[in-house]
C-alpha cells in the first residue's frame, strides 16, 4: 500500500449569528445575518504536529464579524467581500477565504417594529490571492401553483404506481444561487430582480416537469441580467396528493388535498451561459 498524507482541508467559523440595529433618528432599520467564514492554506502543521503557530483562531474570525459590522453592513455581497479580503492578510498561512451569509428578512410595520419575511438572502463571497468570486441567491422561497402543471409520459415498470397527471398541485421551497460575472454591481438591484424574475417564471410557465419549471426559472434570472454567468437552483418537489373522499360518500373535484412533507422528489440544475468563464472558487 501506498504512504499517507492530508489532503484538501479547510476550518473557520460557522453561524455567527449577528443582528445590526441602525437608528435614523425614530426611524430603525434592522439586519439579521448568519454569517461562516471558511479559511484554507498551509495548514499542514496544525494537522500534523499540533502546531498552531499558523491558524488564526476561529473565535478570532467571529470578533472580526462583528468588528467589522460596528461599521456597518450594507448590502451583503459588499460585507462579505470585506471580511474575505481580510483574512487573506490576517495569517501568512491563509491563502484562501470564503464568508457566506444568510440575511433574514424582516418586513417593516413601523418606525420600529417588524414582522418576520419569506424567503432567506443569501451571498458568498471567496477569494485567493488578487482574485474574488460573489454568488448571490435566495433560500427557502416557498412558491406554489394551484393549477396549471402535468406529469405524465414516464416510464413504467412493475414498481411504478404513481397516476399520470394532467392537473396537479406544483409547490417547492426555491434555493438559487447565481454567480456574477464581476464586482462591480448594484447588488440590491441584481438581487431584486432576480428574485422577481424567479417568481414570474415559475408563476406563468405550464409545467409538464418541475425539472422544466426549473429550467425557465434559469433562463429567466439570467436573460434578464447581463452580469450574472450561471445560476443554481434546488426545488424540492412539497408535493400535495388528492384525498379519497369516496369511502365517506363523497367526491374530490381537486379541492382536498393532502400535504405530504417526506419523502420528496428532489430537482437540481444549473442554467449557464455558454461561454461564461470557469468558476473558480465560487462554487467551493
Known amino acids: 500500500m501506498g504512504s499517507l498524507e492530508l489532503g484538501a482541508n479547510q476550518y473557520g467559523k460557522a453561524e455567527c449569528r449577528l443582528v445590526r440595529v441602525d437608528r435614523d433618528g425614530e426611524t430603525h432599520s434592522i439586519t439579521d445575518l448568519n454569517v461562516t467564514t471558511t479559511l484554507a492554506g498551509d495548514l499542514a ?35 462579505a467581500l470585506r471580511l474575505v479580503r481580510h483574512f487573506l492578510t490576517a495569517a501568512p498561512t491563509i491563502s484562501r477565504a470564503r464568508v457566506k451569509i444568510e440575511q433574514y428578512t424582516w418586513d417593516r410595520m413601523g418606525v420600529h417594529s417588524f414582522s418576520r419575511g419569506a424567503g432567506t438572502r443569501t451571498a458568498t463571497a471567496s477569494a485567493e490571492g488578487d482574485a474574488a468570486w460573489v454568488v448571490s441567491g435566495v433560500s427557502d422561497l416557498v412558491v ?24 396537479r398541485i406544483l409547490a417547492t421551497a426555491v434555493t438559487a444561487a447565481w454567480r456574477h460575472s464581476g464586482l462591480d454591481r448594484d447588488w440590491a438591484a441584481s438581487f431584486d430582480g432576480a428574485k422577481q424574475r424567479l ?58 388535498f393532502y400535504a405530504a412533507d417526506r419523502p420528496y422528489g428532489l430537482i437540481e440544475g444549473t442554467v449557464r451561459r455558454s461561454d461564461a468563464p470557469d468558476a473558480g472558487l465560487a462554487w467551493w
Open 45 to 79: 502543521a496544525t494537522h500534523l504536529t499540533g502546531d498552531n503557530s499558523g491558524v488564526l483562531p476561529t473565535d478570532t474570525q467571529k470578533n472580526t464579524v462583528y468588528a467589522f459590522a460596528r461599521d456597518g453592513v450594507g448590502e451583503i455581497e459588499d460585507f
Open 144 to 167: 406554489l401553483n394551484t393549477t396549471g402543471s402535468e406529469f405524465h409520459g414516464f416510464p413504467r415498470d412493475r414498481y411504478t404506481t404513481l397516476a399520470e397527471t394532467h392537473d
Open 199 to 256: 417568481l414570474e417564471a415559475f408563476a406563468d410557465t405550464h409545467s409538464l416537469s418541475l425539472q422544466q419549471t426549473l429550467h425557465a426559472m434559469g433562463e429567466r434570472v439570467l436573460d434578464g441580467d447581463d452580469g450574472l454567468a450561471e445560476i443554481k437552483l434546488t426545488l424540492p418537489n412539497k408535493h400535495h396528493f388528492l384525498v379519497d373522499l369516496a369511502p365517506f360518500g363523497l367526491d374530490n373535484p381537486g379541492e382536498v
